[in-house]
């Protein structure tokens, strides 16, 4: 089994800044592709950036620039460092990994609330 914990949510006010983390634990062979999801009131889930395994990214319009994926291969970890936050960055932050373990799956963290307001 697999388990993702993501951590690092919370209140922020607009132009403010938060750091998520998200750590795989369990029976872990290789992880692939990491990526982070966001879903707000009402709305479907929407992806918010991606990173390879050799670090390659990709980022949804709406954040590029504000921003920024990474990885830690090492301990299974993948961050997302968010900044010059918007009121409508708020959502439910999800984080999903492609791992190997006994077979390619998907897995996912339980989510994290991000808030921005003033």
């Known amino acids: 089994q697999v388990q993702l914990v993501e951590s690092g949510g919370g209140l922020v006010q607009p132009g403010g800044s938060l750091r998520l983390s998200c750590a795989a634990s369990?029976?872990?062979?290789?992880?692939?592709?990491m990526a982070w999801y966001r879903q707000a009131p009402g709305q479907q889930r929407e992806l918010v950036a991606t990173i390879s395994r050799n670090g390659r990214t990709n980022y949804a319009d709406s954040v590029k620039g504000r921003f920024s994926i990474f990885r830690d291969n090492a301990k299974n970890m993948v961050y997302l460092q968010m900044n010059s936050l918007k009121p409508e960055d708020t959502a439910v932050y999800y984080c999903?990994?492609?791992?190997?373990?006994?077979?390619?799956?998907?897995?996912w963290g339980q989510g994290t609330q991000v808030t921005v307001s003033s």
């Open positions: 369990g029976n872990i062979g290789i992880s692939n592709v």
């Open positions: 999903q990994m492609n791992i190997y373990s006994d077979t390619w799956s998907d897995y």
